[in-house]
């Protein structure tokens, strides 16, 4: 499977992110929001992140003008028809995700690929949405996609060796390093991740140490660039939360078990760096 035209669902970071990613390393990149304003606004963040990179020197401008030439904005799904890969980074829900898969089914040529950037959801019930459960795989990106090397390559039970084959290929091409995994929530990252957050939020709620604090321990003491407080901001407490439960629904282990505080900061609208403010505050 060749793959020179990726279409790429959804309007948030991630979108964004793989889009330059992808159109980087010369692929031709179709982004597809609901509105056309929000995918104006993925455009717009592109142009913005390849810019900087031109000031710092880490991009010519003709280079720049090459990366931003293949890549279109688009509401018209029906614009990703002709994708050998769609991979969808849409709301951590599997029925909005299962209902994608299946319209996206009908639409795109009966040889491409249908992806999703899931970082937790079971693939093969995306898979069984699907007339092509052999042609569905996970291809999960880490935040900042440009930045970090990590790609998950989820294999649902469905996949075929060539449609694995494919999308590592395709990562590989993009400069990542791959690793496979079987098709179980979390995956790899997640799975060990999310334990250590949530026991963070536990500490924290127990009165062990401030957040500040806390924070400071993982960074000095364990040499990570971020603290799990600060890092559960950045991925978002609702994204967090909706994890953590799939990922108790999968293994009913107490350690996956969301802290309650998480649910009334979600509840409040603290939701980290995207709303202003979670565990710090992000407004001034």
Same mark, same amino acid.
């Given at each position: 499977? $060749?793959?020179? !035209?990726?279409?790429?669902?959804? /309007? ?9 990613? +992808? ?18 606004? @993925? ?18 401008? +003709? ?8 890549? /279109?904005? !688009? ?43 899931? /970082? ?9 949405? !699907? ?26 039970? !469905? ?25 179980? +929530? ?16 536990? @500490? ?21 660039? @971020? &603290? ?7 991925? &978002?407490?609702? $994204? ?24 009334? @900061? ?19």
């Amino acid at each position: 499977m $060749t793959i020179s !035209t990726v279409g790429i669902l959804g /309007s948030g970071i991630m979108g964004s992110g793989i889009a330059e990613v +992808a159109a980087k390393s010369g692929h031709t990149v179709i982004l597809r929001s609901r509105q056309q304003a929000t995918a104006d606004a @993925m455009l717009a963040s592109l142009e913005q992140s390849l810019a900087k990179q031109v000031e710092r020197g880490k991009l010519e401008q +003709a280079d720049a003008d090459a990366v931003r030439a293949r890549v /279109s904005a !688009t509401d018209d799904l029906s614009a990703i028809a002709g994708a050998d890969l769609v991979l969808e980074s849409v709301v951590e829900d599997l029925e909005v995700k299962r209902a994608l898969f299946a319209e996206v089914d009908g639409i795109v040529g009966e040889q491409a690929i249908i992806a999703s950037n899931t /970082s937790t959801l079971p693939l093969v019930d995306l898979a069984v949405a !699907t007339n092509r459960p052999d042609r569905v795989v996970g291809i999960h990106f880490f935040n900042p996609a440009p930045a970090m090397k990590l790609v998950e390559i989820i294999r649902p039970l !469905t996949a075929s060796d060539e449609t694995v084959a494919a999308a590592r290929a395709f990562a590989e091409a993009c400069g990542k390093s791959p690793v496979e995994v079987a098709d179980r +929530a979390g995956f790899i990252v997640n799975a060990l991740l999310f334990p250590y957050l949530n026991n963070a939020v536990r @500490m924290l709620e127990n009165g062990t140490a401030s957040a500040e604090d806390i924070d400071a321990a993982m960074q000095g003491g364990c040499n990570f660039p @971020m &603290g799990p407080l600060a890092l559960l901001d950045l991925v &978002g407490l609702d $994204t967090s939360v909706s994890i953590l439960d799939a990922l108790y629904d999968e293994f009913r282990d107490p350690n996956y078990a969301a802290v309650p505080v998480l649910r009334r @900061m979600v509840a409040a609208g603290r939701l980290g760096r995207k709303s202003g403010s979670g565990f710090y505050d992000y407004s001034r």
